[in-house]
């Protein structure tokens, strides 16, 4: 397993926005470079085989216009596929779609850079209540998940093991890290740092049942 600190060290986390046809939308970044070559990086990202193995099962048709469903979770369509680089999709989950673009760099000896931006429109009540961290630990835990898979190509880990790593001190310690990264990241980008660390904690007590 990822040691929890470094693994929350390795990440970048960045927050923005963008203009769209229905209005501002929040746009989060999140980024980190792996020790592993640009192919294998696709391969561990895309493959509705090695998805399951830090993530959950995946169906649907994985190529361009191929809408795709993961596993008690959200689904969407593939809206560009320029292999092995970038897709974009929308994320589809709870009756709100939202938008997804991936793009990854080969960074030289070896190592790949996976950047992930997540557009969404969110409302004042929703962003002041949670903060980005409602989406942002979502998005920590899954590059956890491919930062363990690219370190092991043929390990994977059960749902089992996934929910008693959440119930772990390790685990708890991870999403309080992640929590606080996200609100730091907010602040940077000019919200209150007295209500992005509120929102940071209850979002932490929502993930962990504490809500």
């Known amino acids: 397993m ?53 993530f959950v099962p995946i169906s649907g048709d994985l190529r361009e216009g191929g809408r795709y469903q993961l596993e008690g979770h959200a689904g969407g369509t593939v809206t560009r596929c320029d292999a092995p680089h970038a897709f974009d999709a929308t994320w589809e989950f709870n009756n709100e779609v939202s938008w997804i673009e991936v793009r990854l760099t080969a960074e030289g000896d070896g190592r790949t850079r996976f950047q992930l931006e997540h557009t969404a429109h969110v409302t004042a ?35 089992e093991e996934a929910a008693a790593f959440v119930a772990s001190p390790e685990g708890k310690d991870f999403l309080r890290q992640s929590a606080d990264a996200w609100a730091e990241a907010a602040i940077a980008a000019g919200d209150d740092p007295e209500q992005a660390r509120a929102s940071a904690g209850r979002t932490y007590d929502l993930y962990t049942g504490a809500a």
């Open 125 to 159: 009540e929703m962003w002041d209540q949670y903060g980005p961290s409602a989406v942002g630990i979502g998005w920590d835990s899954i590059l956890l998940g491919i930062a363990n898979n690219v370190a092991a190509p043929g390990s994977a880990i059960t749902p």
């Open 2 to 54: 990822i040691q929890v600190k470094q693994q929350i060290s390795d990440v970048s986390r960045t927050l923005g926005t963008r203009r769209l046809e229905a209005g501002e939308a929040r746009v989060a970044t999140i980024v980190q470079v792996y020790d592993t070559n640009l192919d294998d990086l696709w391969d561990a990202v895309t493959s509705a085989e090695r998805i399951p193995r830090w």
